[in-house]
């Protein structure tokens, strides 16, 4: 089915699901706790998993019982309710397993691949590279490559991925190679310890591919980045589709392009009561990227509502209307994969502090509250994965 048939469609389908309007959610979602789905079959990954997808979300390793964490019995109990795969939020990085250069550290990593082998929950890498300086851990921002930098810095970067990629045969097959490689002040690729020692940033991106793909000539290998549909985003779309050329010139083997979907509400379109988005340019930038051969992940899904009206019921409603518009586009693709949500929960999301609301209200970004309880937000992504054509 073509994009624009399928678009057409699926609006078709959920215009006549009226019978669950999300304003008429929001009035009684502030009031009334809501449970994660019991019944068997009516969790989102498996409405997703009827159309040949997953949905997931990340999930991280708390010393206590709190967070967005596996140690947390109501957050894992959504969890299990919701989803077929999940993602380290910070357990793969490199500040994380990489103490030094010569050091590994998988304490925290093994505790969540454990948790999620003992609740039959596939499991993705995230990320094998996060190619910005703010990211690496202090000791490779200052490393000294000594007298052969180019030998050095390889054998730094080859010996992490094939250590981590060697430890998680079998249970891992789709990591994010590569996470948020461009400098936005540039325009260009972001320069770090690795790439000053490999005379180019390229070098490093293409090394970094190569060496996942020999480890794991079977797995999907993807390059990760939070451009999206909002009209500020227009030039690293146009940065992003510039890289994704440059892998086709070079044969590097890229399978997917992670889209991170941070969606945002910075500002208010009168004409729709949401955020500003640009939707025929977002799916011409799609076009391109799936017609060089490339398939879609949606890799960190949340809304930040910061223009949002602070009242709760009408805040709801139009973050699950901006991220219903969304999923429709999205899902009109037959290369979109798997979608995984950047948490569950609202109190245990990044954009607390991230992307705070002015008012100082709690972000209502994730489709469950700080409560437990299941948001608008979540009754619109279930109806967009029921619509959605397989």
Known sequence: ??????????????????????????????????PAPAGEGSGLSALAQRKGRRFGSAINWNKGTAGGSIQNPNYTRIIKAECGIVVPENEMKWQWTRPGPDKFDFARMDDIVRWTQANGIAIRGHTLLWHRPKWFPDWLNTYDFGA??????ERLLTTHIRTVTDRYRGVITSYDVVNEAIDHDTNGLMETSLSRAMRGAEGVLDLAFHTAREQLPDAELVYNDYMSWEPPHAKHCADVLRLLEGFRKRNVPVDTLGIQSHIENFSIDPATGVGPYREREWRQFLDEAVAMGYKLLITEFDVKDKALPAAIPERDAKVAEFARRYFEVMLDYEQLGDILAWGMVDKYSWLQGFAPRDDGLEVRCCPYDSEYRAKPLRDAIAQTLGAAAP
Request: proline share 8%; aromatic share 0%; hydrophobic share 55%.
């Open 148 to 153: 052969n930098p180019v030998q050095e810095a």
């Open 1 to 34: 089915m073509s994009p624009a048939l399928a678009h057409t469609t699926r609006r078709n389908v959920l215009a006549g699901m009226a019978a669950l309007p999300v304003a008429a959610h929001a009035a009684s979602s502030a009031v009334a706790a809501t």
